[in-house]
């Protein structure tokens, strides 16, 4: 079962499209567009892996709403357009592990949202994707129960792509995520080590090329 993750936030179509990525990497959405009615809900259900809530909202907003998060140890992530640098040191002093101005990537948000989860998650999570285990903490991978030897940026280009999987992920970010965004080499890079990892793991099928973009790891 995925991690459960609090989303409060009031424009309707940001919060189905946060919605539906954060599904679409196996993440467990539950979604209010009030901050009152979220912070009554929080008596009921309040197992949440972590919370991504804006700012400025009716009934009660993020800052406020946060007060009621805390008592339940659960991580939060402010989501707003509010950039200036007193409501970020609001949020981040008051408690937030990080503060996204709108309007940002998807990527980034899920970038984001991995590091927290890692920071406060328990350790030795292991990601699963159809028949494959991939062993965070021990590096490791295995494909129906046999393991395979990677070479590390192999393994690294897998974790990306399985944390994104079923979400088409462009060479460029692909670069920048697991080589690092200083890195200077071609994108061909990344095909290389897709390749390898087509070649390794028997994934020809399942990592699917997406035309002029980049790859998708397929898990459905």
């Known amino acids: 079962m995925g991690k459960k993750i609090l989303v409060v936030e009031d424009e309707e179509a940001l919060a189905s499209m946060i919605a539906m990525n954060l599904k679409a990497v196996g993440l467990e959405p539950t979604v209010f567009g009030d901050g009152l009615e979220a912070e009554r809900s929080l008596a009921r259900q309040h197992d949440y892996d972590l919370a991504l809530l804006d700012v400025m909202m009716p009934g009660k ?129 990344v095909d290389v080590h897709v390749a390898q990892l087509r070649k390794k793991l028997g994934l020809r099928g399942i990592i699917k090329t997406v035309p002029k973009l980049g790859y998708r790891l397929e898990d459905i």
Do not use: C
């Open 61 to 189: 907003d993020g800052f406020a709403l946060m007060e009621s998060v805390k008592p339940y140890g659960i991580p939060v992530i402010f989501l707003t357009a509010k950039s200036d640098l007193d409501s970020k040191l609001m949020g981040l002093t008051g408690g937030a592990e990080d503060y996204i101005v709108k309007p940002f990537e998807v990527l980034e948000l899920l970038a984001r949202i991995d590091k927290v989860l890692a920071r406060s998650g328990p350790r030795g999570e292991v990601l699963r994707v159809r028949d494959l285990e991939i062993d965070l903490q021990g590096h490791r991978v295995r494909r129906a129960g046999e393991e395979v030897a990677l070479k590390p940026m192999e393994f690294d280009l897998l974790v990306v792509l399985a944390k994104h999987k079923n979400m088409a992920v462009s060479r460029e970010d692909l670069l920048g995520l697991v080589w690092g965004a200083n890195y200077m080499g071609e994108t061909r890079t």
